[in-house]
């Protein structure tokens, strides 16, 4: 929702400038990192409102990076991978910075790879939703030169838990014996439209308005609430695999795919 209201729009506007220069999209993506970086660097310095500014920004590139290359008819393995993984490092970065400025080291790790499962959930729900639906797009597909080597990361760092989710769904509606129509149920719209509202706009915007009323520690707590909140989303996938729950219908509504 909000990456749909606000993000989305002021991307775009980069978009229109950056375009008729033929700014490459992973060039928009190298700058969008490098921005969540300083931040994470500000935040650690104890400039908690710079930070949080710097947070936004470079929500606001790593929309526009997708968004170029859709425009530019430039999307590539390459932007895929670069994306994915640059995230990875600034929110490294970012929960470092936090276990720095709030002492809490160890729960800033636990909550670093908390979020990092969340990211994972949010792709991997939408990813499962789709392919239910006919859609065969690969999560890892394959790649030549610099790009080769970001698959290798990414498959040693994302592809696990890729794997691991799948296999866990195709297990439990195995196990149910589900049908067709019930595994379109269980894949439903609903639940890729929430989760979507924890993908990585969302987050630094939540993480952003800590920082801005001068309370990182409340980023622990967003997390644990991000977790708590998947589980409850499980517990009404089982519901409406069991045709306890009503199924809401139309599409979802997701943050754009990485370029």
Request: hydrophobic share 55%; with cysteine; charged share 15%.
């Amino acid at each position: 929702m909000l990456c749909e209201l606000a993000f989305r729009p002021l991307a775009h506007l980069v978009v229109l400038v950056l375009a008729p220069l033929r700014v490459p999209p992973p060039a928009v993506v190298l700058g969008a990192t490098g921005v969540g970086l300083f931040a994470a660097l500000e935040l650690a310095r104890g400039q908690l409102l710079l930070a949080a500014l710097l947070l936004q920004a470079k929500t606001v590139l790593d929309n526009a990076d997708g968004q170029l290359a859709r425009l530019t008819g430039r999307v590539s393995v390459l932007g895929r991978y670069l994306d994915a993984e640059s995230d990875l490092l600034v929110n490294a970065a970012l929960f470092a910075a936090l276990g720095s400025v709030t002492g809490r080291w160890v729960i800033a790790a636990l909550a670093f790879v908390l979020v990092t499962l969340v990211l994972g959930v949010n792709f991997n729900v939408e990813r499962l939703y789709r392919r239910e639906r006919g859609d065969a797009t690969d999560p890892m597909p394959p790649a030549r030169g610099f790009a080769r080597i970001l698959e290798r990361v990414y498959g040693v760092v994302y592809a696990p838990q890729d794997r691991l989710l799948e296999r866990f769904v195709e297990w439990r509606l195995g196990r149910a014996g589900a049908d067709p129509a019930r595994r379109l149920a269980y894949h439903d719209a609903w639940t890729v439209g929430v989760v979507a509202n924890f993908g990585l706009s969302s987050q630094l915007a939540a993480i952003g308005l800590c920082l801005a009323v001068g309370s990182p520690a409340a980023t622990f707590w967003l997390a644990a609430g991000c977790g708590v909140a998947l589980v409850a989303l499980a517990g009404r996938r089982e519901l409406l695999l069991r045709g306890v729950a009503p199924a809401a219908e139309g599409r979802p509504c997701t943050e754009p795919a990485a370029s």
